[in-house]
């Protein structure tokens, strides 16, 4: 729920899934600063994965790490990920989604293929 790669696969999954991770996670009080009440703010971030095609994590996981991640798709579904991790001391999040996301995206979706999706036209 706080790193790149997770969002990334978290926001695929299916309503019911998500409803049930998001309960686990409101037992866990060093989740809510990431989730919020009843897990609106991960939601509004799993939208924004899905609007931008890949998620970040701008330290949230751990201090000093910056990261993008794309989901991977095959044809049961979400079940992977691949991401860019970064030090904070040499790159922001910004120059990390100019410089990787674009390719991110575009090798998401090839790996996706050779794993059996088909997309949806």
Do not use: C
């Not at 790669?5 to 866990?28: M, S, T």
């Not at 390719?103 to 790996?111: N, P």
């Amino acid at each position: 729920y706080n790193t790149a790669l997770g969002k990334a696969v978290l926001a695929y999954q299916d309503k019911e899934r998500l409803i049930e991770i998001l309960k686990a996670l409101e037992k866990d009080s060093k989740a809510f600063p990431y989730i919020g009440k009843g897990g609106e703010r991960l939601i509004k971030m799993l939208e924004n994965v899905k609007k931008d095609g890949f998620a970040t994590d701008d330290e949230e996981f751990s201090k000093g790490i910056k990261a993008i991640a794309v989901p991977l798709f095959s044809s049961d579904g979400v079940n992977y990920g691949i991401n860019v991790v970064g030090s904070s001391d040499t790159i922001s999040i910004d120059e990390l989604k100019a410089a990787y996301a674009p390719s991110l995206i575009k090798i998401g979706i090839e790996i996706s293929t050779m794993l059996g999706y088909e997309a949806i036209s």
